[in-house]
């Protein structure tokens, strides 16, 4: 739990994601909650495929990350806010433009880097 001026924030940091359907039982609507990712393929794909039951989550917000990355470090997204500001049609493309301002990771670069 991360305590900020306004409001207090629970983090679970999970580098390669399954699935969302744990970490969606473990959130309610209202609660302020943070899941802190490597950036790849993997995850990106099923963060997609999640879409819909993500963006119920008022304060749901996503962190994608890759530490070696020579472009950003990182790039972070709400869900339940950007599907309020998106066209629906351009969805993917605009979430796919957000992955590639991050090099994304490998599962040999995960493997190498984080023995």
């Known amino acids: 739990m991360v305590t900020f001026k306004d409001k207090k924030q629970a983090f679970m940091v999970k580098p390669q994601i399954s699935s969302f359907e744990e970490l969606i039982a473990k959130i309610n609507e209202t609660d302020n909650f943070g899941v ?10 099923i963060m997609a495929e999640n879409w819909d039951k993500l963006i119920k989550f008022r304060s749901l917000t996503l962190y994608f990350v890759n530490p070696f990355s020579e472009l950003d470090k990182k790039w972070v997204i709400n869900p339940y806010v950007h599907s309020r500001i998106c066209d629906e049609n351009s969805l993917k493309i605009g979430l796919k433009s957000m992955f590639d301002m991050v090099d994304p990771l490998t599962d040999q670069e995960i493997e190498a880097k984080f023995k």
């Open 36 to 45: 802190v990712m490597l950036n790849t393929s993997k995850n990106f794909e």
